[in-house]
């Protein structure tokens, strides 16, 4: 297949493998192509439409940036096609027997398997699967309910609701197909939103340590300043001693608002010049 549409009005390109897209969809790949660390370029698949983390049908690639929300809690739902050795001809003129079988062997919506139909070799691969998801993420673990593993492993070869389905088709030669469409049940779901809730937390963190840095930066410049202007006062007094003898009458002047008396020895010239004695009497 080849690209169908590119939009170019983004900071990186979005290419379209479809002429057929919704105008919900375009918006919203639009402003995935718009981030700041969204790689290269942004692809749409045929299946592309409006999703709520991200567009479903896109790929986005990243640099140096992970968005659990753009995989979301359809993490474990994917696509696959089948060729089987059929033939349109060998197909009969009605499908229905063929679509009980299938809905007979595939649980559809919340429906699952019984116990006794999980081969023990897939529930124990999924089980030595998720001991080392729940170990490496014990809070996911919390979350997780009684149960759940093994929940989880009767969800193997279910469809689940939505639009997730299993289709008969053909191809342009009459070839017979089988394609599945199939959900991430409700393992995708425990993860989906155990991860986003996590970078939801980081993401807060971040904002606030970055608050916090913002704070400390204008305390300092504000420390900074307060320091210049005292080396700036005391070069000043140091350059002109008149100057300096007024400051310490000025000093002094605050200093006898707190006293019942003040007794100068020598006159002005001794207040110039030598030493400036307070008494102070109570009486």
């Not at 698949?45 to 709520?52: A, S, T």
């Not at 968005?67 to 359809?74: C, E, K, L, Q, T």
């Not at 279910?158 to 053909?170: A, K």
Request: aromatic letters at 4%.
């Amino acid at each position: 297949m080849t690209v169908k549409n590119t939009i170019s009005d983004t900071r990186v390109p979005v290419k379209i493998w479809t002429d057929e897209i919704e105008d919900t969809a375009t918006d919203q790949l639009k402003n995935i192509a718009n981030l700041p660390f969204v790689h290269h370029h942004v692809a749409a698949m045929p299946d592309v439409h409006l999703g709520i983390g991200a567009t479903i049908g896109s790929v986005i690639p990243t640099h140096k940036a992970i968005i659990p929300a753009s995989v979301g809690v359809d993490i474990g739902c994917g696509m696959m096609a089948v060729e089987t050795s059929l033939k349109a001809e060998q197909l009969p003129d009605n499908l229905r027997q063929l679509r009980l079988a299938i809905e007979s062997a595939v649980p559809v919506g919340f429906n699952m398997h019984s116990v006794r139909n999980i081969p023990e070799a897939v529930a124990g691969t999924v089980n030595a699967g998720l001991v080392r998801i729940l170990t490496k993420y014990p809070k996911l673990a919390e979350n997780a309910k009684r149960g759940t593993s093994q929940r989880w492993a009767r969800q193997i070869g279910t469809l689940g609701g939505g639009n997730h389905f299993i289709e008969v088709c053909l191809d342009t030669e009459g070839k017979v197909w089988v394609m599945l469409h199939s959900g991430s049940r409700g393992i995708g779901n425990k993860i989906g939103s155990h991860f986003i809730a996590e970078a939801k937390d980081i993401l807060n963190r971040v904002v606030e340590a970055e608050k916090v840095a913002q704070a400390n930066v204008i305390r300092r410049r504000e420390e900074t300043a307060a320091t210049r202007s005292l080396l700036n006062t005391a070069k000043l007094m140091d350059e002109n001693p008149t100057l300096m003898r007024l400051k310490e009458l000025e000093t002094l002047e605050k200093v006898t608002e707190k006293v019942d008396r003040l007794t100068v020895f020598g006159g002005l010239d001794g207040v110039l010049n030598d030493t400036v004695r307070i008494n102070l009497d109570s009486n």
